[in-house]
Protein backbone atom coordinates (compact mmCIF):
# COMPACT_ATOMS: atom_id res chain seq x y z
CA UNK A 1 0.00 0.00 0.00
CA UNK A 2 2.72 2.82 1.12
CA UNK A 3 4.80 1.58 -2.29
CA UNK A 4 2.03 2.03 -4.13
CA UNK A 5 1.03 5.34 -2.93
CA UNK A 6 4.55 6.59 -3.13
CA UNK A 7 4.11 5.12 -7.17
CA UNK A 8 0.97 7.47 -7.47
CA UNK A 9 2.61 10.64 -5.93
CA UNK A 10 5.38 10.14 -8.23
CA UNK A 11 3.44 9.83 -11.19
CA UNK A 12 1.39 12.99 -10.31
CA UNK A 13 4.19 14.96 -9.04
CA UNK A 14 5.94 14.15 -12.50
CA UNK A 15 3.02 14.96 -14.64
CA UNK A 16 2.40 18.28 -13.29
CA UNK A 17 6.06 18.96 -13.35
CA UNK A 18 5.77 18.46 -17.71
CA UNK A 19 2.71 20.24 -17.31
CA UNK A 20 4.75 23.31 -15.57
CA UNK A 21 6.93 22.95 -18.29
CA UNK A 22 4.86 23.16 -20.89
CA UNK A 23 3.74 26.08 -19.83
CA UNK A 24 6.66 28.03 -18.63
CA UNK A 25 8.57 27.53 -22.11
CA UNK A 26 8.75 30.15 -24.70
CA UNK A 27 6.77 29.34 -27.59
CA UNK A 28 8.58 27.34 -30.66
CA UNK A 29 7.51 27.84 -34.41
CA UNK A 30 7.72 25.36 -37.00
CA UNK A 31 11.23 25.78 -38.33
CA UNK A 32 12.19 25.26 -34.52
CA UNK A 33 13.42 28.89 -33.63
CA UNK A 34 11.86 30.33 -30.53
CA UNK A 35 9.09 33.24 -30.75
CA UNK A 36 9.66 36.11 -28.52
CA UNK A 37 7.03 37.77 -26.53
CA UNK A 38 6.51 40.53 -23.46
CA UNK A 39 8.87 37.79 -21.06
CA UNK A 40 12.31 37.41 -23.08
CA UNK A 41 13.81 40.02 -22.21
CA UNK A 42 13.53 38.71 -18.67
CA UNK A 43 16.37 36.60 -16.76
CA UNK A 44 15.78 32.80 -17.75
CA UNK A 45 13.96 31.92 -14.63
CA UNK A 46 11.97 34.44 -14.40
CA UNK A 47 10.82 34.06 -18.12
CA UNK A 48 9.54 30.50 -17.04
CA UNK A 49 7.73 31.40 -13.98
CA UNK A 50 5.73 34.44 -15.26
CA UNK A 51 4.80 32.55 -18.75
CA UNK A 52 3.73 30.31 -16.46
CA UNK A 53 1.49 32.60 -14.26
CA UNK A 54 0.64 33.81 -17.23
CA UNK A 55 -0.73 30.99 -18.42
CA UNK A 56 -2.30 29.98 -15.66
CA UNK A 57 -4.23 33.23 -15.18
CA UNK A 58 -5.43 32.86 -19.38
CA UNK A 59 -6.77 29.17 -18.21
CA UNK A 60 -8.37 30.55 -15.25
CA UNK A 61 -9.94 33.34 -16.48
CA UNK A 62 -11.05 30.75 -19.57
CA UNK A 63 -13.13 28.58 -17.50
CA UNK A 64 -14.63 31.52 -15.04
CA UNK A 65 -16.03 33.44 -17.76
CA UNK A 66 -17.93 33.21 -21.36
CA UNK A 67 -16.04 32.30 -23.98
CA UNK A 68 -17.39 35.53 -26.32
CA UNK A 69 -18.29 39.12 -25.63
CA UNK A 70 -21.89 38.55 -27.63
CA UNK A 71 -23.48 35.08 -26.95
CA UNK A 72 -25.88 35.60 -29.71
CA UNK A 73 -25.59 37.24 -32.90
CA UNK A 74 -27.59 40.63 -33.63
CA UNK A 75 -31.31 40.92 -33.77
CA UNK A 76 -32.18 40.61 -36.72
CA UNK A 77 -33.79 43.42 -39.11
CA UNK A 78 -36.94 44.03 -41.07
CA UNK A 79 -37.97 42.16 -43.88
CA UNK A 80 -36.71 39.52 -41.05
CA UNK A 81 -38.64 38.51 -38.23
CA UNK A 82 -36.87 38.97 -35.09
CA UNK A 83 -39.41 38.24 -32.08
CA UNK A 84 -40.01 40.55 -29.19
CA UNK A 85 -38.80 38.14 -26.60
CA UNK A 86 -36.19 36.11 -25.61
CA UNK A 87 -36.96 32.75 -23.50
CA UNK A 88 -33.58 31.45 -22.08
CA UNK A 89 -34.41 27.14 -21.02
CA UNK A 90 -32.49 25.04 -19.12
CA UNK A 91 -32.39 21.76 -20.04
CA UNK A 92 -31.36 19.18 -17.30
CA UNK A 93 -34.16 18.52 -15.06
CA UNK A 94 -36.59 21.26 -16.77
CA UNK A 95 -36.87 19.91 -20.67
CA UNK A 96 -35.43 16.12 -19.63
CA UNK A 97 -33.98 14.50 -16.85
CA UNK A 98 -30.97 12.45 -16.74
CA UNK A 99 -31.59 8.47 -15.78
CA UNK A 100 -28.99 5.89 -15.53
CA UNK A 101 -29.37 1.86 -14.72
CA UNK A 102 -27.01 -1.13 -15.43
CA UNK A 103 -29.15 -2.31 -18.06
CA UNK A 104 -29.40 1.17 -20.00
CA UNK A 105 -26.40 3.52 -18.92
CA UNK A 106 -27.43 6.84 -18.98
CA UNK A 107 -30.76 7.85 -20.76
CA UNK A 108 -32.35 11.04 -21.31
CA UNK A 109 -36.10 11.37 -20.14
CA UNK A 110 -38.12 14.02 -22.10
CA UNK A 111 -40.67 15.84 -19.53
CA UNK A 112 -44.26 15.42 -20.33
CA UNK A 113 -45.41 17.89 -22.75
CA UNK A 114 -42.24 19.05 -23.99
CA UNK A 115 -43.16 18.48 -27.95
CA UNK A 116 -46.41 21.15 -27.54
CA UNK A 117 -44.46 23.01 -25.12
CA UNK A 118 -41.64 24.07 -27.95
CA UNK A 119 -43.90 24.27 -30.57
CA UNK A 120 -46.18 27.24 -28.49
CA UNK A 121 -43.29 29.15 -27.73
CA UNK A 122 -41.58 28.96 -30.51
CA UNK A 123 -41.79 31.99 -33.22
CA UNK A 124 -42.68 34.63 -33.66
CA UNK A 125 -43.25 35.39 -29.94
CA UNK A 126 -40.14 34.03 -28.56
CA UNK A 127 -37.13 33.18 -29.50
CA UNK A 128 -36.20 30.01 -27.97
CA UNK A 129 -32.68 29.96 -26.49
CA UNK A 130 -31.24 26.70 -24.30
CA UNK A 131 -28.35 27.75 -21.77
CA UNK A 132 -26.99 25.32 -20.02
CA UNK A 133 -24.08 24.22 -17.50
CA UNK A 134 -23.64 21.00 -19.65
CA UNK A 135 -21.19 20.05 -22.08
CA UNK A 136 -21.94 20.93 -25.80
CA UNK A 137 -20.23 17.57 -26.54
CA UNK A 138 -23.17 15.48 -24.33
CA UNK A 139 -26.12 18.12 -24.48
CA UNK A 140 -25.78 18.28 -28.39
CA UNK A 141 -27.22 14.97 -29.47
CA UNK A 142 -29.65 15.44 -26.76
CA UNK A 143 -31.10 18.68 -28.08
CA UNK A 144 -30.67 17.07 -31.96
CA UNK A 145 -33.14 14.66 -30.48
CA UNK A 146 -35.60 16.84 -28.58
CA UNK A 147 -35.94 19.09 -31.33
CA UNK A 148 -36.27 17.89 -34.22
CA UNK A 149 -37.96 20.66 -35.71
CA UNK A 150 -35.84 23.42 -34.75
CA UNK A 151 -38.19 25.30 -32.77
CA UNK A 152 -34.66 26.37 -30.73
CA UNK A 153 -32.78 29.07 -32.04
CA UNK A 154 -29.92 28.91 -30.04
CA UNK A 155 -27.45 26.62 -28.22
CA UNK A 156 -24.93 28.00 -25.39
CA UNK A 157 -23.35 25.96 -23.04
CA UNK A 158 -20.98 25.39 -20.37
CA UNK A 159 -18.11 27.89 -21.82
CA UNK A 160 -20.89 30.55 -22.36
CA UNK A 161 -21.41 30.49 -18.23
CA UNK A 162 -19.47 32.75 -15.58
CA UNK A 163 -17.95 29.90 -12.87
CA UNK A 164 -18.47 32.06 -9.82
CA UNK A 165 -18.13 30.80 -6.06
CA UNK A 166 -18.73 26.56 -7.39
CA UNK A 167 -21.15 27.55 -9.47
CA UNK A 168 -22.02 28.18 -13.60
CA UNK A 169 -23.84 30.44 -13.40
CA UNK A 170 -25.64 32.25 -16.95
CA UNK A 171 -24.58 35.85 -17.68
CA UNK A 172 -26.97 37.60 -19.56
CA UNK A 173 -24.91 40.63 -19.84
CA UNK A 174 -23.70 38.75 -22.77
CA UNK A 175 -26.53 37.72 -24.71
CA UNK A 176 -26.82 40.43 -26.70
CA UNK A 177 -30.40 41.09 -26.37
CA UNK A 178 -32.76 43.69 -24.17
CA UNK A 179 -32.93 42.64 -20.64
CA UNK A 180 -36.29 43.79 -20.26
CA UNK A 181 -37.55 41.18 -22.89
CA UNK A 182 -35.29 38.29 -21.60
CA UNK A 183 -37.31 35.11 -19.42
CA UNK A 184 -35.01 32.47 -18.02
CA UNK A 185 -36.87 29.74 -17.00
CA UNK A 186 -34.69 27.74 -14.63
CA UNK A 187 -34.58 25.74 -11.33
CA UNK A 188 -31.35 26.48 -9.75
CA UNK A 189 -31.23 30.04 -8.36
CA UNK A 190 -27.36 29.98 -8.28
CA UNK A 191 -27.55 29.89 -12.02
CA UNK A 192 -29.34 33.04 -12.69
CA UNK A 193 -27.60 34.99 -9.66
CA UNK A 194 -26.61 37.71 -11.61
CA UNK A 195 -30.07 38.16 -13.03
CA UNK A 196 -32.32 36.92 -10.20
CA UNK A 197 -35.49 39.49 -12.01
CA UNK A 198 -35.18 38.01 -15.58
CA UNK A 199 -35.60 34.72 -13.42
CA UNK A 200 -38.79 32.56 -13.59
CA UNK A 201 -37.45 29.95 -10.82
CA UNK A 202 -39.83 26.45 -11.16
CA UNK A 203 -39.43 23.27 -9.14
CA UNK A 204 -37.22 20.65 -10.50
CA UNK A 205 -38.56 18.00 -12.65
CA UNK A 206 -37.78 14.61 -11.04
CA UNK A 207 -38.98 12.44 -13.91
CA UNK A 208 -42.40 11.91 -12.66
CA UNK A 209 -44.87 11.35 -15.59
CA UNK A 210 -47.81 12.57 -13.87
CA UNK A 211 -46.11 16.80 -14.30
CA UNK A 212 -48.20 19.71 -16.10
CA UNK A 213 -45.75 22.48 -15.33
CA UNK A 214 -44.76 22.81 -19.60
CA UNK A 215 -48.52 23.18 -19.99
CA UNK A 216 -49.23 26.46 -17.49
CA UNK A 217 -45.64 27.30 -18.18
CA UNK A 218 -46.83 27.75 -21.91
CA UNK A 219 -49.91 29.34 -21.04
CA UNK A 220 -47.98 32.24 -18.61
CA UNK A 221 -45.38 32.71 -21.47
CA UNK A 222 -48.20 33.05 -24.42
CA UNK A 223 -49.81 35.48 -21.38
CA UNK A 224 -47.26 37.55 -21.40
CA UNK A 225 -47.13 37.51 -25.28
CA UNK A 226 -50.65 38.55 -26.00
CA UNK A 227 -50.34 41.75 -23.22
CA UNK A 228 -47.36 42.98 -24.78
CA UNK A 229 -45.18 43.50 -21.54
CA UNK A 230 -42.95 45.80 -22.14
CA UNK A 231 -40.28 44.87 -18.98
CA UNK A 232 -40.90 41.53 -18.02
CA UNK A 233 -39.09 42.12 -15.09
CA UNK A 234 -41.78 43.45 -13.36
CA UNK A 235 -43.90 40.30 -14.19
CA UNK A 236 -41.41 37.96 -13.40
CA UNK A 237 -40.15 39.85 -9.95
CA UNK A 238 -43.85 39.74 -8.53
CA UNK A 239 -44.00 35.82 -9.10
CA UNK A 240 -40.35 35.49 -7.68
CA UNK A 241 -41.89 36.07 -4.31
CA UNK A 242 -43.70 32.05 -4.70
CA UNK A 243 -41.96 29.05 -3.99
CA UNK A 244 -43.99 27.73 -7.02
CA UNK A 245 -44.76 30.46 -9.52
CA UNK A 246 -46.38 28.10 -11.70
CA UNK A 247 -49.13 27.00 -9.05
CA UNK A 248 -49.53 31.13 -8.32
CA UNK A 249 -50.18 31.81 -11.86
CA UNK A 250 -52.99 29.11 -11.69
CA UNK A 251 -54.49 30.53 -8.77
CA UNK A 252 -54.36 33.62 -10.45
CA UNK A 253 -55.80 32.45 -13.39
CA UNK A 254 -58.61 30.26 -11.48
CA UNK A 255 -59.42 33.81 -9.65
CA UNK A 256 -59.74 35.53 -12.73
CA UNK A 257 -61.62 33.42 -14.41
CA UNK A 258 -64.24 33.26 -11.69
CA UNK A 259 -64.45 37.06 -11.85
CA UNK A 260 -65.45 37.33 -15.42
CA UNK A 261 -67.68 34.29 -15.08
CA UNK A 262 -69.40 36.54 -11.94
CA UNK A 263 -69.04 39.50 -14.18
CA UNK A 264 -70.78 37.79 -16.99
CA UNK A 265 -73.37 36.37 -14.29
CA UNK A 266 -74.25 40.12 -13.04
CA UNK A 267 -74.34 41.58 -16.88
CA UNK A 268 -76.90 38.64 -17.55
CA UNK A 269 -79.28 39.05 -14.77
CA UNK A 270 -79.22 43.11 -15.56
CA UNK A 271 -80.63 42.61 -19.12
CA UNK A 272 -82.96 39.96 -17.99
CA UNK A 273 -84.60 42.28 -14.98
CA UNK A 274 -83.74 45.83 -16.07
CA UNK A 275 -84.20 48.68 -13.39
CA UNK A 276 -87.47 50.25 -12.69
CA UNK A 277 -86.79 53.46 -14.04
CA UNK A 278 -85.65 51.87 -17.28
CA UNK A 279 -88.49 50.01 -17.73
CA UNK A 280 -90.72 53.54 -17.46
CA UNK A 281 -88.18 55.23 -19.75
CA UNK A 282 -89.40 52.60 -22.44
CA UNK A 283 -92.46 53.13 -21.71
CA UNK A 284 -92.82 56.78 -21.93
CA UNK A 285 -90.65 56.99 -25.25
CA UNK A 286 -92.26 54.00 -27.07
CA UNK A 287 -94.28 55.11 -29.93
CA UNK A 288 -97.48 53.60 -30.78
Not at 63 to 89: A, F, G, H, M, N
Not at 108 to 132: A, I
Not at 149 to 170: C, E, M, P, Q, S
Not at 177 to 203: E, G, Y
Amino acid sequence: MKYSLIAIGSTLGLCGGVLAYNLGRPKIDEEGNIIEDEFSTLPTIRQFFRRLLSQIEYYNKMIKEPSRDKLLPDPVSYPYIQPPYTLVLELTDLLVHPEWTYQTGWRFKKRPGVDKFLEQVGMPNFEVVVYTAEHGTSAYPILDSLDPNGYILYRLFRDATDFIDGHHVKNLDCLNRDPRKVIVVDWNQNSVKLHRNNAFLIPRWKGNDDDTTLVDLAAFLKTIASNGIEDVRDVLSYYGQYDDPIEAFRENQRRLLEQLEEKEKLEKQRKQNPPLTSRWSQGLLNKR
